[in-house]
Every structure is written in C-alpha cells, then in structure tokens.
C-alpha cells in the first residue's frame, strides 16, 4: 500500500477531487478489499500446526501386521474374521499367534527370518529401510517367530518401534480444517455470509452418478467426500447409505470417484445385526492422534431403540473391513419412562456429526422431537452440540444429559407450519466445519418438522463451537427446494474438490425424482 500512493496521486480522482483524504478513503477500501478476500488463510489456504499424540487402535494394528508377517496387504475375508475377535476382546498375542501357526507362514521360511522380518518392520511402520548393520543388531536381539529362544518376543518389538519416536516422527505435523486444501482465488463460505457470493440453486447444480450393486434402492443420498489418502489427492473415497431390505434396513456403504460426480461402490462397510440400521454419514478427520483418524457419525438405533448417534473409526479409510463396530455415542429417547431418558416424548438423536478442531473433538445431533404424541403441537425439529468430549467409543449420553453441556445449535420454534421463517419449524445440521475464525453448521430446513413443507439449505455460523448459532445465512444465498410435498432438498455437506468448495444435497424434482446434486458457490 506504501508503493501505492504515488501512483494515485497523480490521478485526477486523488489529487484533484479529494487530496489526502481521498488517498485514505481509497486505502481503507482496498484494507477492506483484502480482508474480504485474504488469500492465506490459516487451515485454510495454508496447513495448521499439530502435535499429534500417538494411539494405535486395534484396527491399525490388525492392518500393519499383515505385512509385518505375512509381507503382503490384508485379505478382507481375513481381516474381517480377525477385526471381528479383536473387537470382541481378543488379544493381540492370540491374533499374533494364529498368523505365525498359519500355514501361510511356515510354508515360508523366509518370513520366520529375523532380519526380514526387522526390514518388515521398518518399511511398514517407519516407512524407511534399515541398514543392514542396524537389522542385524536389532534381529540378534529377537526371539524365534514362535516365541523360542532368548529375546524379545516379535510382538514386543512391534509394540517399542510403535512407542519410539522414530514412528512418531512419522506422524503428520500439519492438517487442514476443510479436510483439504482450498485454491487461494476459490470462494468460501465467508463470501456468502459477506454477500459477495451463494450458492448454485437446483437449475444451475449438477447432477451426480451413483452406482451401488449392493442397494435395493437409493433416495436422499448423504455423501460425505475425504481425499483418498493413497492418491495423494487425485481419486476420492466417498460414504453414503444403502437401503438393503424392511423395514428401514440401511447400511453404510464405501465410495470411490476419480472426479467427485460419479461414484462406484466398493463394498459395503458395516454387516447389520437384526433390529439396527445405519445411515447418513458423516465424516470428521482427527488429526490429534497419530495415526491420523477418520471418524464416522451416522444415525442407527439406539438402547431405547429409537434414532440415536453411533459412531465408527478406522486410520484407513479406504479398507471398509476396518471400520470398527458402530459404537452408540448418543441415546435418542423412544419416550418410554422406565427407559433411559426417563421421558414421554420421543426425541431423537438423529444425522450426528462430529467436529475435530485440531485435537479438540465436539459432537452434534438433529433432534426430531415427536413430542408425547402423534399431533404433539410442540413437535419440532432442532440441532443440539456439545464438547469439548475425550473420545468418540466413550459413552456420552442421551440427548438430555451427558458427560459435558448441551446447546441448542440451531433451536427452532414448537409450532408445525409455521410462518415466522422458511426455516422456523425445522433446522437439522448436516455437516459442521471451521473456515478461519468461524464455525459453519450447514443444514436443511423448513416450516415443518418432517417431509412436508417448504424446504431449503442454508448455513449458520459461530466463532465458538458449542453454543446456538445466530449468523444464518438468507435463504436467497442457498438453495430453496422446487416442491414443497416431502423433503424437497435435504442432506448438504461442504466437500473440497480440485481446490474448490462444493455443496453436495439430496434433490427431489417437480416430477418427485430423487437424485444427489452438487453446487459451486458463485459471484452474486
């Protein structure tokens, strides 16, 4: 700006019409200008910085040992059988064993070499080679595979190379809160709330491919993208439901895409026990633990057997065998008093999300309050938070009382068909995420508490997490619904593709065809 006075004061706006205060007007609009669009912003255009600590769950374990042992990646029909026991509480000795017992094992005898075996090591968890003196020093230190001789047992040996800090400094030191980076000339979600820019509507958006074999049916599709991080960001691994039999039977299946338009299944991830369901999930990277967790919500039934917020985590994403066990974060009340909620209305704990800022976790869920009967006037829909909370397995509670205080993230009003707002009966979030200083809740809402009404997406924001968002965006910068019988626009979720911010939504048109679409962000 220095170097910028000269230049304008030898222009007749400047020097002529308005002198020095015009030079200090015309600053304090480019000052302004460039706050608007700021195009380095922390965790945003460029990495935050962490320190991870370093937890290794059964799943990575299970996953590191296949090569470790058997030099070669995990089988699924095996890494399934083995995840299974170690979620039942099976030991990693008991697992350990069973691999060197296997035949695959001694048929070989190069994998029962002790040096081998410490190159294995290296490569797998500290992604380098070992010299040959240094795999020999360490081998000359081991017992046999079978645990004969005098040494360290090889488990042991995994255990320290985990515990060193050769592994930790393997772990990512950086992460970005959009999962991906952002193109520094791309649009934010700050645009919009600056009126600088919105949201394609339904006209301009485009639709996208979704092919799932395993799927009797797919409607009103929630699809959560993550970069594949074994391409280093040129394919996608993407999430969403598949309805797989009656009565309300769903599962979560896994996604991949070359473009983030069209996606193929590649296999289902959870087998669903008899009275459970799992559907619309949401993905939150954790980039406080190393290795670097991905953690799914999704909505499934609960202890009371009503909707509630189960949770799943895995540190590769892209094998759907190792997703642990849904694990019930979150009880929704089925309005039965000698329940766990102790309440005669039903009020769900429905779409949960969950939000890792740095290594701060917080969790969210849609509250569809059906009130203590089936014309309740009460009835609505509305969005609950809360956190800071240690862990996605430790149980927090129902949607009354937990662990750590409830806010009303987004409340709405008790009153079906409402005409306060577009949105005053029904605000259910969808996907939660930091963009500089602020927090961004997008959702889907309307003026009645289920399918029905006038429905549409927008977006909330907040500079703290846990507390009622009150900056809501104007509907004329999201996206109205074109029908107003069922849920007419539903499910958005904020992805990063090639740099650029999408709007990813369930879509029904006037002839009451249901496809998944997605929307840029544009100039106004």
Same mark, same amino acid.
Not at 205 to 217: F, K
């Given at each position: 700006?220095?170097?910028?006075?000269?230049?304008?004061?030898?222009?007749?706006?400047?020097?002529?019409?308005?002198?020095?205060?015009?030079?200090?007007?015309?600053?304090?609009?480019?000052?302004?200008?460039?706050?608007?669009?700021?195009?380095?912003?922390?965790?945003?255009?460029?990495?935050?910085?962490?320190?991870?600590?370093?937890?290794?769950?059964?799943?990575?374990?299970?996953?590191?040992?296949?090569?470790?042992?058997?030099?070669?990646?995990?089988?699924?029909?095996?890494?399934?059988?083995?995840?299974?026991?170690?979620?039942?509480?099976?030991?990693?000795?008991?697992?350990?064993?069973?691999?060197?017992?296997?035949?695959?094992?001694?048929?070989?005898?190069?994998?029962?070499?002790?040096?081998?075996?410490?190159?294995?090591?290296?490569?797998?968890?500290?992604?380098?080679?070992?010299?040959?003196?240094?795999?020999?020093?360490?081998?000359?230190?081991?017992?046999?595979?079978?645990?004969?001789?005098?040494?360290?047992?090889?488990?042991?040996?995994?255990?320290?190379?985990?515990?060193?800090?050769?592994?930790?400094?393997?772990?990512?030191?950086?992460?970005?809160?959009?999962?991906?980076?952002?193109?520094?000339?791309?649009?934010?979600?700050?645009?919009?709330?600056?009126?600088?820019?919105?949201?394609?509507?339904?006209?301009?958006?485009?639709?996208?491919?979704?092919?799932?074999?395993?799927?009797?049916?797919?409607?009103?599709?929630?699809?959560?993208?993550?970069?594949?991080?074994?391409?280093?960001?040129?394919?996608?691994?993407?999430?969403?439901?598949?309805?797989?039999?009656?009565?309300?039977?769903?599962?979560?299946?896994?996604?991949?895409?070359?473009?983030?338009?069209?996606?193929?299944?590649?296999?289902?991830?959870?087998?669903?026990?008899?009275?459970?369901?799992?559907?619309?999930?949401?993905?939150?990277?954790?980039?406080?633990?190393?290795?670097?967790?991905?953690?799914?919500?999704?909505?499934?039934?609960?202890?009371?057997?009503?909707?509630?917020?189960?949770?799943?985590?895995?540190?590769?994403?892209?094998?759907?065998?190792?997703?642990?066990?849904?694990?019930?974060?979150?009880?929704?009340?089925?309005?039965?008093?000698?329940?766990?909620?102790?309440?005669?209305?039903?009020?769900?704990?429905?779409? $949960?999300?969950?939000?890792?800022?740095? #290594?701060?976790?917080? !969790? /969210?869920? =849609?509250?569809?309050? &059906?009130?203590?009967?089936? @014309?309740?006037?009460?009835?609505?829909?509305?969005?609950?938070?809360?956190?800071?909370?240690?862990?996605?397995?430790?149980?927090?509670?129902?949607?009354?009382?937990?662990?750590?205080?409830?806010?009303?993230?987004?409340?709405?009003?008790?009153?079906?068909?409402?005409?306060?707002?577009?949105?005053?009966?029904?605000?259910?979030?969808?996907?939660?995420?930091?963009?500089?200083?602020?927090?961004?809740?997008?959702?889907?809402?309307?003026?009645?508490?289920?399918?029905? $009404?006038?429905?549409?997406?927008?977006? #909330?924001?907040?500079? !703290? /997490?846990? =507390?009622?968002?009150? &900056?809501?965006?104007?509907? @004329?910068?999201?996206?109205?619904?074109?029908?107003?019988?069922?849920?007419?626009?539903?499910?958005?979720?904020?992805?990063?593709?090639?740099?650029?911010?999408?709007?990813?939504?369930?879509?029904?048109?006037?002839?009451?065809?249901?496809?998944?679409?997605?929307?840029?962000?544009?100039?106004?």
């Amino acid at each position: 700006l220095s170097d910028l006075y000269p230049k304008l004061s030898g222009t007749s706006l400047i020097s002529t019409r308005y002198g020095e205060m015009g030079f200090i007007l015309a600053l304090t609009l480019l000052a302004a200008m460039a706050a608007a669009r700021d195009p380095s912003i922390p965790g945003v255009h460029t990495p935050l910085p962490i320190d991870p600590t370093v937890d290794v769950q059964d799943g990575t374990w299970l996953s590191d040992l296949y090569p470790i042992i058997f030099a070669r990646a995990p089988d699924p029909q095996g890494y399934a059988t083995n995840f299974a026991d170690l979620q039942a509480g099976q030991s990693h000795d008991v697992i350990y064993n069973a691999f060197v017992s296997s035949a695959e094992f001694k048929s070989n005898p190069a994998l029962s070499n002790k040096t081998a075996f410490v190159v294995r090591v290296y490569t797998t968890l500290l992604k380098t080679t070992p010299s040959p003196s240094r795999a020999q020093q360490d081998a000359a230190l081991l017992r046999n595979a079978d645990g004969s001789g005098r040494g360290m047992a090889w488990t042991n040996y995994i255990d320290s190379t985990y515990r060193s800090r050769d592994y930790k400094a393997t772990c990512a030191t950086s992460y970005y809160t959009l999962i991906s980076r952002v193109n520094p000339d791309a649009i934010l979600l700050n645009d919009l709330f600056a009126g600088t820019a919105r949201m394609q509507v339904t006209s301009e958006s485009q639709q996208l491919s979704l092919t799932v074999p395993s799927a009797i049916r797919l409607w009103d599709q929630k699809l959560p993208i993550i970069p594949d991080p074994r391409s280093n960001g040129t394919s996608f691994l993407a999430f969403t439901r598949a309805y797989i039999g009656d009565p309300d039977v769903f599962t979560i299946v896994l996604l991949e895409s070359s473009d983030g338009v069209s996606f193929t299944e590649v296999r289902p991830i959870f087998t669903v026990p008899p009275g459970h369901t799992f559907y619309d999930a949401h993905i939150a990277v954790d980039n406080g633990v190393c290795p670097t967790r991905y953690v799914m919500s999704m909505e499934c039934v609960g202890s009371d057997g009503w909707a509630s917020l189960c949770t799943s985590e895995t540190s590769t994403p892209w094998f759907p065998e190792s997703w642990s066990n849904p694990f019930i974060l979150v009880n929704g009340c089925s309005g039965d008093m000698s329940a766990t909620c102790h309440t005669n209305a039903k009020q769900s704990a429905s779409t $949960g999300v969950s939000l890792v800022d740095g #290594a701060t976790r917080y !969790t /969210a869920w =849609t509250q569809v309050y &059906d009130g203590v009967s089936s @014309s309740d006037p009460l009835a609505h829909t509305y969005s609950q938070c809360t956190g800071p909370i240690e862990s996605y397995s430790k149980y927090f509670g129902n949607v009354m009382t937990g662990t750590a205080p409830i806010a009303n993230m987004l409340p709405s009003e008790p009153h079906p068909y409402c005409t306060d707002s577009w949105d005053c009966n029904n605000r259910d979030k969808q996907d939660w995420k930091r963009e500089g200083q602020f927090y961004y809740a997008l959702y889907n809402g309307a003026n009645y508490y289920r399918c029905d $009404g006038s429905w549409g997406i927008s977006v #909330a924001r907040s500079k !703290t /997490a846990i =507390t009622e968002y009150t &900056d809501i965006l104007p509907l @004329s910068r999201g996206i109205p619904a074109v029908v107003s019988t069922t849920c007419g626009i539903s499910y958005p979720v904020l992805n990063v593709i090639g740099g650029e911010l999408f709007v990813y939504y369930a879509f029904v048109n006037t002839n009451g065809v249901n496809y998944p679409m997605r929307a840029r962000l544009v100039p106004v």
